[in-house]
């Protein structure tokens, strides 16, 4: 469960960026709690499934797609990482941080006005204050999206939701997002993203 904290500063790095997300009282979101255990959560766990090539993320519960959203992935010089990660906090409002420079929650900010946090140290999803990079590959390795889609994403999911970023599109990827399934190397290369570049501070 994600508990409110008050004044207290997280620092991460997102990609080759520092990041610190200063939380007031109101900026971490409550999770569903089972109390003291009298009365288990029944939420069913939902999955975040980043596709790298088709620049998409959708939101699964069990076998069905909630929502899918156009996202702006990590730059040929700083990838997203691929594999299985895990939500571990939920900021809003977050501010942004890197040595010399703190920028408040507001349209300026590069992550835009939601941050979620997976268990890999220093990235995340969030938003951004360069909107026209969604669709593209350039960030320092988070996955971004448009501030309107971010802050309904962030209703979406909880600590503890799983997330899986992929590379390669295979037939359940090509079933949710569209397209061909890359079934050799060759046609994965293909596939692969073609690096921008990227000319904010933003992740």
């Known amino acids: 469960m994600e508990r409110t904290q008050s004044k207290t500063s997280v620092l991460l790095g997102c990609g080759l960026i520092g990041l610190a997300l200063i939380l007031s009282s109101h900026a971490v979101a409550q999770e569903p709690s089972s109390g003291n255990g009298n009365m288990p959560s029944t939420r069913i766990r939902r999955q975040i499934l980043v596709s790298l090539i088709d620049r998409k993320l959708a939101v699964l519960e069990g076998r069905q797609v909630l929502r899918t959203f156009p996202v702006a992935v990590g730059a040929e010089v700083s990838p997203s990482p691929e ?19 703190v ?82 190397t ?18």
């Open 186 to 203: 060759s046609a994965i290369a293909q596939a692969r993203p073609v690096a921008t570049e990227d000319t904010t501070s933003g992740q």
């Open 83 to 101: 594999g299985e990660f895990q939500i571990i906090n939920r900021v809003a409002n977050p501010a942004y941080y890197h040595p010399g420079t």
């Open 103 to 184: 920028i408040p929650a507001g349209i300026d900010n590069p992550i835009g006005p939601r941050w979620i946090g997976l268990d890999q140290k220093g990235y995340g999803i969030h938003g951004t204050n360069q909107p026209l990079s969604v669709g593209h590959a350039a960030s320092h390795g988070c996955i971004r999206l448009r501030n309107s889609d971010v802050v309904q994403l962030f209703e979406m999911v909880r600590a503890g939701d799983m997330v899986e970023i992929r590379a390669q599109r295979d037939e359940q990827m090509a079933k949710i997002f569209g397209g061909v399934a890359a079934t050799d």
